[in-house]
């Protein structure tokens, strides 16, 4: 049986293995930790882990996955009770700083044990961030539609720009033991210095 039809078969199961990881990976560090730490966490036998994942490196893995799907979740949940793109912007900011905000030790795998990974930059292909990105680039195409945002912008340049400013402070918060700002001051400054240089 392939690794995916048991993640579908025992979710629950899969779900404890990811929740243990996450706790595992934040304390001692990726390449510190032991599959059979995980397991003891999970309450799982060591060779149950192999039953789910093929190595360390697809547990990590499939912890971005997850978090990205449920991360895109939410903000596009956040973005959608808006009807203008400006606030949309807005709200987008807010949700994404937030979640990084209530999930500290996923944000900090994610911010620095995620981007160590030599396997993960090299041969993943990253379509989660991809489809996270596009939900900004389709604020600022329906923004230009509505002729809320100048023709001029580029939606491609600016959701990188957008979400690099996002990612900036995300990574101060992981890394700061004592932020200086709250998660509502950043993401308005934040949304408001990129709306300045966009609005029609």
């Given at each position: 049986?392939?690794?995916?039809?048991?993640?579908?078969?025992?979710?629950e199961k899969y779900r404890n293995i990811l929740d243990a990881a996450v706790k595992i990976f934040a304390k001692k560090g990726f390449f510190q930790?032991?599959?059979?730490?995980?397991?003891?966490?999970?309450?799982?036998?060591?060779?149950?882990?192999?039953?789910?994942?093929?190595?360390?490196?697809?547990?990590?893995?499939?912890?971005?996955?997850?978090?990205?799907?449920?991360?895109?979740?939410?903000?596009?949940?956040?973005?959608?009770?808006?009807?203008?793109?400006?606030?949309?912007?807005?709200?987008?900011?807010?949700?994404?700083?937030?979640?990084?905000?209530?999930?500290?030790?996923?944000?900090?795998?994610?911010?620095?044990?995620?981007?160590?990974?030599?396997?993960f930059m090299k041969e993943y292909r990253n379509e989660k961030f991809f489809e996270y990105l596009d939900l900004i680039s389709g604020i600022i195409?329906?923004?230009?539609?509505?002729?809320?945002?100048?023709?001029?912008?580029?939606?491609?340049?600016?959701?990188?720009?957008?979400?690099?400013?996002?990612?900036?402070?995300?990574?101060?918060?992981?890394?700061?033991?004592?932020?200086?700002?709250?998660?509502?001051?950043?993401?308005?400054?934040?949304?408001?210095?990129?709306?300045?240089?966009?609005?029609?």
């Amino acid at each position: 049986m392939s690794h995916n039809a048991l993640k579908n078969k025992k979710p629950e199961k899969y779900r404890n293995i990811l929740d243990a990881a996450v706790k595992i990976f934040a304390k001692k560090g990726f390449f510190q930790a032991r599959v059979s730490e995980i397991a003891r966490e999970a309450g799982v036998a060591d060779g149950t882990i192999y039953l789910y994942f093929q190595n360390k490196d697809d547990i990590l893995i499939s912890l971005f996955e997850d978090g990205m799907t449920r991360v895109i979740q939410n903000v596009k949940a956040e973005i959608e009770k808006e009807t203008d793109p400006l606030m949309k912007i807005r709200s987008f900011a807010r949700a994404h700083l937030a979640l990084v905000e209530d999930n500290t030790d996923l944000a900090e795998i994610i911010q620095v044990e995620l981007r160590q990974s030599t396997k993960f930059m090299k041969e993943y292909r990253n379509e989660k961030f991809f489809e996270y990105l596009d939900l900004i680039s389709g604020i600022i195409k329906e923004g230009q539609e509505r002729g809320l945002i100048r023709q001029d912008v580029e939606p491609g340049i600016f959701k990188r720009a957008f979400f690099g400013a996002l990612d900036e402070m995300s990574r101060f918060w992981v890394l700061s033991m004592k932020p200086k700002f709250s998660v509502n001051a950043a993401a308005h400054q934040i949304a408001e210095f990129f709306i300045r240089g966009i609005a029609a």
